[in-house]
């Protein structure tokens, strides 16, 4: 169903929540059962891409509505841009609450669009609350978590303190992994300087590229830095990149814990191979 096509009756709030209902299923489809196909389908070498659920509960990655303004509120751009630097799980959570909040702006366009009452309005949101977020369905968050667990009184005064010499042992213990843990990284550190040469050949990126005067420069393209501009650091190797050389916009970067630049991701993807 199309909203507003010629010769339909004004859509009534069942209406609009059987469309929605459709969408929701078939991004529900595309994060979960579908999400192999909907990772390769979402390719970052390719143009702003987003994600479209359609009525008929199938969904589909697409440039966004060449119609301006379009017909319909438009999902989130660029989620292919977004697949770079991010994990797996971390870029399906991404998507969807960003699908979760797409949905909503349909529902409430076409709330304001068909001129839905306070009643009509309440009656809408009502039935869409009933259903779980599709960040919920594919992050998978136990129900027991939602709800507020009981206050037990007194539980915490009648129970004493357990393993206290097991405790008293637990230093010496951390010790001993932390200092095995320093050599270990150590080791790490001369592998990672082989490797790392590896990429600086391998993608043309010069890593932690400055000036003589201490000016940071861009570790692809070399330029210098400008304040109008907006700029990414690797954690992993320290680099400064343009968000548009890696193809990472500042509001993509906000959503990303712990940004790896290309080498440095696919220095990660050759190690797993080797482990395998």
């Given at each position: 169903?199309?909203?507003?096509?010629?010769?339909?009756?004004?859509?009534?709030?069942?209406?609009?929540?059987?469309?929605?209902?459709?969408?929701?299923?078939?991004?529900?489809?595309?994060?979960?059962?579908?999400?192999?196909?909907?990772?390769?389908?979402?390719?970052?070498?390719?143009?702003?891409?987003?994600?479209?659920?359609?009525?008929?509960?199938?969904?589909?990655?697409?440039?966004?509505a060449e119609d301006s303004p379009p017909g319909?509120?438009?999902?989130?751009?660029?989620?292919?841009?977004?697949?770079?630097?991010?994990?797996?799980?971390?870029?399906?959570?991404?998507?969807?609450?960003?699908?979760?909040?797409?949905?909503?702006?349909?529902?409430?366009?076409?709330?304001?669009?068909?001129?839905?009452?306070?009643?009509?309005?309440?009656?809408?949101?009502?039935?869409?609350?009933?259903?779980?977020?599709?960040?919920?369905?594919?992050?998978?968050?136990?129900?027991?978590?939602?709800?507020?667990?009981?206050?037990?009184?007194?539980?915490?005064?009648?129970?004493?303190?357990?393993?206290?010499?097991?405790r008293a042992s637990e230093p010496q213990g951390?010790?001993?992994?932390?200092?095995?843990?320093?050599?270990?990284?150590?080791?790490?550190?001369?592998?990672?300087?082989?490797e790392d040469k590896e990429d600086e050949e391998?993608?043309?990126?010069?890593?932690?590229?400055?000036?003589?005067?201490?000016?940071?420069?861009?570790?692809?393209?070399?330029?210098?830095?400008?304040?109008?501009?907006?700029?990414?650091?690797?954690?992993?190797?320290?680099?400064?990149?343009?968000?548009?050389?890696?193809?990472?916009?500042?509001?993509?970067?906000?959503?990303?814990?712990?940004?790896?630049?290309?080498?440095?991701?696919?220095?990660?993807?050759?190690?797993?191979?080797?482990?395998?």
């Amino acid at each position: 169903m199309e909203f507003g096509a010629k010769g339909q009756k004004k859509p009534k709030p069942i209406d609009v929540f059987k469309n929605v209902k459709g969408r929701y299923t078939g991004l529900i489809k595309a994060l979960t059962t579908d999400v192999e196909e909907l990772y390769k389908q979402c390719d970052p070498e390719k143009e702003n891409l987003s994600l479209y659920g359609l009525p008929n509960e199938q969904w589909e990655v697409n440039l966004p509505a060449e119609d301006s303004p379009p017909g319909l509120p438009e999902p989130v751009l660029g989620i292919n841009f977004a697949r770079e630097g991010m994990e797996q799980k971390e870029w399906l959570s991404f998507v969807a609450y960003h699908s979760d909040s797409w949905l909503l702006a349909i529902a409430f366009y076409a709330g304001a669009r068909f001129g839905f009452g306070k009643a009509e309005r309440k009656k809408l949101f009502d039935m869409i609350n009933d259903l779980p977020s599709i960040h919920e369905v594919v992050i998978g968050v136990p129900e027991t978590q939602q709800k507020e667990k009981p206050t037990v009184p007194n539980q915490s005064k009648n129970k004493s303190k357990p393993n206290a010499s097991k405790r008293a042992s637990e230093p010496q213990g951390m010790l001993t992994k932390l200092q095995q843990k320093y050599e270990d990284d150590d080791d790490e550190e001369d592998d990672e300087e082989e490797e790392d040469k590896e990429d600086e050949e391998e993608w043309g990126i010069e890593m932690d590229v400055e000036e003589e005067g201490g000016e940071t420069l861009c570790g692809v393209c070399e330029g210098k830095y400008a304040k109008d501009e907006f700029w990414i650091c690797c954690d992993h190797c320290e680099t400064w990149f343009h968000g548009q050389c890696v193809k990472i916009t500042a509001a993509t970067a906000e959503y990303i814990k712990q940004y790896k630049c290309p080498p440095c991701s696919s220095k990660r993807s050759r190690s797993h191979f080797t482990e395998y």
